[in-house]
């Protein structure tokens, strides 16, 4: 470094001046694209070509939408689509090259893919990642009773959800069922026509006058989130809870299963049916778990649809339990991620060690894929005011920061990683907006982000905007999600 006590160097401020004039030079050579426009709804700004694409694009996602209704049968879709295009277990793969695609599961819930880059790993690692948990209702562990002659199911609900939002709707059950010999049976009922399905009642409005007093996060309790699951009784005059016990007939029938099989059940009770286009011009796409499945399977489409070889390892990292803070042996909180970069850097290059790990942690980047709060005009008076809110079908959305309030718990990234972002954005004509959860003081909510950036590597939260996050029935874009597919997939290749 320069000697500031020679008075023949150049003292701070002379520098200083220099750098700002080189710069200038710099820019003056270069074509500046022009600047977005934020917050404008996009369809008028794709040619008839690119809004064809849109629609091939939502159909097949809205495909996987409907068919993903859980955190398991996300990572089962998407391992499937992996295998097809070519990826194989990691453990097949003694020494890994250029052009390798790979993956590393689990416990059934979290899936990496990999492809391995033309540079070496110490290099760092391009890395989209997204969470396939969506708020639900889980049953519990001694979930079937008998009460007033109905059999019911007792649950749990998991994740942030408004309690009144899941009354009197048509319910599915999906999930496993792990008997004592470790043989797991599957389970999905209610979503083909024929099968039946299930609800949670409610009072009727005659009844209700003391409820209809209560605030709406009171009106409906956790422990009357109850599933009505039949009533039709045993004859077996023998039997106490008749109905219960002829329930248990069936399932020991149709499933093999005893009562006890369901105290190690992973069961899921989701809205029942497909994911639907939404609006007379079909503009937008009505389903369940779109937060964050939107952005997962833009994730793993990206991937499966890049360009050949990318320069850096290119890695989609499909995580659960973020709905519940990321904790667990499958969340982001855990050392999967950490152990399956150590057991790719292994394979590509055994010398590297502990400290090439740490390198290649540090010198990585990553887009933490997730879903953004949209502007409703119903209720705008808790929207981020001066035009900070993200729209729907005006883009992929780069969020800076997360966190509630004075930005507590929030990942936020740098000032230049993300004109990193904007510039790849902008090279790949990608339509995207900037957009935060809304007013300041009004809540707040946060991402995987930080679970990545602890390691020293540039992280920024970019997702597709929602109407109805955590509802039954989410609401997002075409658009939208087309261009999360087209930014990632340009990210992923940088």
Not at 166 to 188: N, S, Y
Request: glycine share 10%; proline share 5%.
């Amino acid at each position: 470094m320069s000697d500031l006590s020679d008075p023949g160097s150049p003292t701070p401020c002379t520098r200083q001046r220099e750098y700002i004039a080189d710069m200038k030079r710099q820019n003056a050579t270069k074509s500046t694209p022009a600047a977005p426009r934020l917050r404008e709804n996009g369809w008028n700004r794709l040619t008839a070509k690119e809004q064809r694409a849109v629609t091939v694009y939502a159909a097949e996602y809205l495909a996987f939408l409907s068919a993903a209704k859980t955190e398991r049968q996300a990572y089962e879709l998407a391992l499937a689509a992996a295998r097809q295009a070519g990826f194989r277990p990691l453990e097949d793969r003694a020494r890994l090259k250029p052009g390798d695609q790979v993956w590393i599961g689990g416990h059934g819930r979290t899936l990496l893919l990999a492809v391995i880059g033309r540079r070496p790993l110490t290099d760092g690692l391009r890395i989209a990642g997204a969470h396939t948990d969506a708020p639900r209702l889980d049953a519990k562990t001694t979930p079937l009773y008998e009460d007033g002659g109905l059999a019911w199911l007792d649950t749990r609900y998991y994740g942030g959800i408004k309690k009144y939002q899941w009354v009197t709707l048509p319910l599915a059950l999906h999930g496993v069922i792990a008997r004592q010999d470790g043989t797991l049976v599957p389970v999905a009922i209610g979503e083909d026509p024929a099968d039946p399905v299930f609800t949670i009642t409610d009072l009727l409005p005659h009844l209700g006058k003391e409820q209809e007093k209560k605030s709406l996060d009171d009106g409906i309790k956790g422990e009357n989130l109850n599933v009505l699951f039949g009533s039709h009784p045993s004859p077996d005059r023998k039997a106490k809870d008749k109905v219960k016990a002829a329930l248990l007939k069936l399932l020991r029938e149709r499933y093999a299963i005893t009562e006890e099989d369901l105290t190690s059940a992973d069961l899921e009770i989701v809205p029942a049916g497909p994911a639907r286009e939404l609006g007379l011009d079909r503009s937008m796409i009505l389903g369940y778990g779109q937060d964050d499945r939107v952005c997962a399977f833009a994730c793993l489409r990206a991937l499966l649809d890049r360009p050949g070889v990318p320069e850096h390892t290119a890695i989609v990292l499909l995580c659960d339990k973020e709905e519940v803070g990321s904790i667990g042996a499958t969340g982001m909180d855990s050392v999967f991620f950490e152990n399956a970069v150590a057991e790719l850097l292994h394979r590509a290059d055994p010398r590297a060690g502990d400290l090439g790990r740490r390198r290649t942690l540090a010198r990585s980047k990553m887009i933490s894929a997730d879903v953004a709060a949209a502007h409703d005009p119903n209720y705008g008076d808790v929207s981020a005011p001066n035009d900070n809110m993200a729209r729907i079908n005006a883009g992929l959305t780069i969020s800076k920061y997360g966190g509630g309030r004075g930005k507590s718990g929030a990942s936020e990234a740098s000032a230049e990683f993300a004109a990193e972002i904007r510039r790849i954005f902008n090279d790949h004509q990608v339509l995207w907006q900037t957009g935060e959860l809304g007013k300041v003081d009004a809540g707040g909510g946060g991402t995987i982000a930080k679970f990545l950036a602890r390691y020293g590597m540039d992280v920024v939260d970019c997702g597709v905007p929602l109407l109805s996050m955590h509802a039954p029935w989410e609401v997002a874009g075409k658009l939208d999600a087309y261009m999360a597919w087209k930014g990632y997939r340009a990210f992923l290749a940088s």
